[in-house]
């Protein structure tokens, strides 16, 4: 039963094809036994499945909260209504129209995505899917308001055979593209964009692209499918009223996925099958009180089980089946990969000129009343490591933020390869070739180890410059697919963060304590692999490190700071007997 | 110009329970980061303990015994509330739990309300004579509801300020870790947090149950107001949601004077992506040094 398992459990192969089998089989059966009611109950069982594999994209992937899908599907519904029942459009250009105003809606969410996330943009969905079915009965003069509209679609109803009508094949068709869809998404450089975007907005930025873009992305590929859905509730349903699109449409959605399991394949079919089911068929008497059931239900599931049914089935099978492993990412082998792939392609790396590559000039940054950074300057020479030091607060990691354009300066000017940064987005800073890691690495424990190296050279300037890495890499690309960094040990967690940037084949790299935590024999292999990086690659290094010795050691030059001030710049050994900076170290030389 | 004068008074009265609603938000979100998106069905719960608590003549002494017994009351049910809410925090990686179960008691609510009671809103009567203000006729409810929105500002700047207990609040909001390593009890702090936003929004719905809609469907109503009100002061300021409640309580009078009542929500909802857009962080929020 090889590739039943994936790195997460049940492997999305195998999700997937439970899922569309499930999907056809609850299409097909009703109707080869000929029995109406189910047959209608299961064609919008899986509209409402379509819905909740889009909602768990969006929620699981792009870790965005949308409490308005169903707004969404009722806005592509009605406009099919409106416009091919009251203006008597066919129903494929009124569904063309049904589409547009989907997408509409899902840009109405996009829009706020680009500037914010999490619960604002939940209260925003909510506010529109409350506001919804009340503007459906305002403006009655267009949408008959509480009458509702009726339209039926025969020609998507003519039996074809075994009892399947073209509408039958439509909503399996939708249904299973929108599951494929989502599996297909994970493996794109688009869905590992969104996944970083949710986890980590400063790794997106710091690796070269716009988490609000990912965000805004996602939404809007929610709203086409979800779009389509809408479209085709009409014909399955043939009627529309505003109640059916009542703020707990959305929430059923959402709930359908939290039941089922977030980011699990199956999780949205189990979800609705549960949650849609069990009250509306087999509790009709006590339909009254199916409001309480979703709430009870998704209150006992998050606190019983908080990764949904399908999750926590994964997990007892994941328990069962993982290996134990390690990823082997040591810095001596770090180096003979990168030095085998280097070779076939590039001889050496640069020589070392004389223009800085990074020149930050008189910056000055204030958080209200503390004075981060005053009047600071730094010129970084190609080809060289330049150590940071200095005491807690002094302003290092805002430095390195201001280099990598995260936090931009009150005052002064920085500059990167010739090119002024100083108002520029710090993914466009990234993109000139600019990496870094942060104190905290940021390893996506949703990802393979592969694809966490694969994200760097997604959004490098030149996807195929990182080329030879990979194809060094071949030998352990099998097992680094299906292993999630989650095991790794700290130190390997940091190393896998340089290798990507590695990956990203970027000119600078900015480190933010590199070598926190790591053994003292680590250490001395990181220093190692930092000259190496230098020497042979000819990259050129910024480090922020309070290790001081590996920075003595490594370091052409070294800028202290103290208190948002630089208080002295040179070489190693003349810095190790400024009397100011001996002054500030003395008896703390790990300080 | 007596709409306006309407409008503008009733809009700063209904305006000081979504500061209200605003300040209860912020008080959780300070200690915890968790937006309890049931607050607007418990400030509804409050309207309706006094529906079940006042007679048909309400009189005073009985009135302002039960206010305060109202904050109590619901102070214990969002102890409970919070203790549940925090329960997968403890152990679990997933940080957004709290998004679900929030929204599930606030689900649970609205549907326990429509079952007992119906689609229809409930009315309470007020102790008090409607008064006069600027020739206008006004409801002493809405009065009530700006003096309570003023008393619980002060009362909580200065329990953040002038307590201990208030201080290690504060300190959780400023940095968990910290407080932790400090040896705050956070988790207890965390839960009287959510205990004193229940008597905020107890007391609210309460004193304003008069001049309130209490039904199955307008808690998420006042939920979506009350944020709005506290996005616009800036998350987190209690200032801020003093100040942003009334702004927002105007403007969905106007909108209902001007458009319809049916358009007040559109309006709110029209601020809050308005506001999202140009000031994410609010009129008194202020930009935070990035944490990487």
Not at chain 1, 38 to 59: D, E, G, K, P, R
Not at chain 1, 569 to 580: K, L
Request: glycine share 10%; with cysteine; aromatic share 8%.
């Amino acid at each position: 039963m090889t590739g039943l398992l994936g790195p997460q459990g049940l492997s999305d192969r195998a999700q997937l094809g439970l899922g569309i089998a499930t999907i056809i089989a609850s299409i097909a059966v009703p109707a080869m036994t000929g029995n109406p009611y189910w047959s209608h109950t299961f064609h919008l069982v899986n509209l409402y499945i379509a819905v909740a594999v889009l909602q768990n994209m969006l929620l699981a992937d792009a870790g965005q909260v949308s409490f308005g899908q169903g707004a969404v599907f009722g806005a592509a519904a009605y406009t099919v209504g409106i416009a091919s029942s009251l203006h008597g459009a066919a129903y494929p250009v009124a569904a063309a129209f049904g589409l547009l105003a989907a997408l509409a809606l899902g840009s109405l969410y996009a829009l706020p995505a680009l500037r914010v996330q999490g619960y604002y943009l939940g209260f925003v969905t909510l506010s529109v899917a409350m506001v919804f079915p009340e503007l459906l009965v305002s403006f009655n003069d267009y949408t008959n308001g509480i009458n509702g509209i009726t339209r039926a679609v025969p020609a998507l109803n003519l039996a074809l055979a075994w009892g399947l009508t073209p509408l039958s094949l439509l909503v399996i068709a939708l249904t299973s593209a929108a599951l494929a869809g989502h599996a297909a998404l994970r493996r794109t450089r688009m869905g590992r964009q969104m996944r970083v975007a949710a986890v980590s907005p400063e790794a997106a930025l710091a690796l070269g692209f716009s988490p609000g873009h990912a965000r805004s992305a996602a939404f809007v590929i929610a709203a086409f499918g979800t779009g389509l859905a809408g479209v085709l509730y009409v014909p399955v349903v043939g009627f529309l009223s505003p109640s059916a699109f009542h703020v707990e449409l959305s929430i059923f959605f959402f709930f359908s996925v939290i039941v089922g399991g977030r980011g699990r394949l199956l999780g949205p079919i189990l979800g609705v099958w549960i949650l849609y089911l069990v009250p509306n068929v087999l509790m009709v008497d006590l339909v009254n009180y199916r409001l309480i059931g979703y709430g009870v239900v998704a209150l006992v599931i998050m606190l019983l089980f908080p990764d949904g049914l399908v999750g926590s089935i994964e997990n007892r099978l994941r328990r069962r089946m993982q290996k134990p492993g390690s990823a082997d990412v040591g810095v001596q082998w770090i180096m003979a990969v990168t030095a085998a792939g280097r070779a076939k392609t590039e001889p050496a790396g640069a020589v070392p000129g004389t223009a800085p590559v990074v020149a930050v000039d008189s910056a000055r940054k204030a958080y209200d009343q503390v004075i981060a950074l005053d009047d600071v300057s730094l010129a970084v020479t190609r080809g060289t490591i330049h150590g940071l030091v200095g005491p807690n607060g002094s302003g290092k990691t805002t430095l390195l933020n201001v280099i990598s354009g995260l936090t931009r300066v009150d005052r002064g000017r920085v500059s990167i390869l010739g090119q002024d940064t100083t108002r520029l987005p710090p993914y466009r800073t990234a993109q000139l070739g600019v990496g870094r890691t942060f104190q905290t690495p940021r390893v996506f424990d949703d990802l393979s180890i592969w694809e966490n190296l694969q994200i760097g050279a997604d959004f490098g300037r030149d996807r195929r410059r990182a080329d030879w890495l990979f194809a060094a890499l071949h030998g352990v690309e099998q097992r680094w697919r299906a292993q999630r960094p989650d095991f790794l040990p700290h130190a390997q967690r940091r190393l896998l963060e340089v290798l990507r940037v590695i990956a990203m084949d970027c000119d600078v790299l900015l480190l933010d304590e590199p070598a926190a935590g790591l053994s003292p024999e680590e250490r001395r292999d990181f220093a190692t692999l930092l000259s190496y990086l230098r020497d042979v690659l000819g990259k050129t290094i910024i480090l922020v490190e309070h290790d001081l010795d590996l920075v003595w050691h490594v370091a052409d030059r070294i800028t202290v700071l103290e208190a948002g001030a630089v208080i002295a710049e040179g070489a190693p050994d003349a810095i190790v007997r400024d009397p100011q900076v001996r002054a500030l170290f003395t008896g703390k030389r790990d300080a | 110009m007596d709409e306006l004068i309407i409008i503008l008074v009733r809009g700063i009265g209904l305006g000081a329970v979504f500061s209200l609603v605003a300040m209860s938000f912020n008080v959780v979100h300070n200690s915890s980061g968790i937006l309890n998106f049931a607050q607007g069905n418990l400030l509804v719960l409050g309207g309706l303990f006094g529906f079940f608590t006042l007679p048909q003549e309400p009189e005073l002494v009985r009135w302002l015994l039960l206010v305060p017994t109202a904050a109590v009351f619901y102070a214990a049910v969002l102890a409970a509330q919070g203790y549940i809410t925090l329960l997968p925090l403890r152990s679990s990686v997933e940080q957004h739990s709290w998004l679900i179960t929030t929204l599930a008691v606030s689900v649970i609510i609205s549907a326990v309300i429509l079952i007992a009671q119906g689609p229809f809103a409930l009315s309470v009567k007020s102790p008090f004579a409607n008064f006069a203000l600027l020739g206008t006729r006004t409801p002493t409810p809405y009065a009530l509801a700006v003096l309570l929105a003023v008393a619980w500002y002060a009362a909580l700047h200065w329990f953040h300020t002038g307590t201990v207990t208030g201080l290690a609040i504060s300190a959780i909001a400023q940095d968990l870790e910290a407080a932790q390593a400090a040896g705050i009890r956070v988790r207890r702090l965390q839960i009287l947090a959510f205990a004193i936003s229940g008597a905020i929004v107890g007391s609210a719905g309460f004193v304003a149950a008069p001049v309130m809609s209490i039904s199955a469907d307008s808690g998420i109503i006042y939920v979506l107001n009350g944020f709005i009100a506290a996005v616009i002061g800036g998350l987190g300021s209690n200032a801020g949601a003093l100040i942003g409640g009334p702004l927002v309580g105007v403007a969905s009078m106007y909108a209902a004077f001007q458009f319809g009542g049916q358009f007040q929500n559109v309006v709110s909802l029209a601020l809050l992506i308005g506001v999202l857009m140009v000031r994410p962080q609010g009129l008194f929020g202020r930009t935070r040094a990035r944490r990487v």
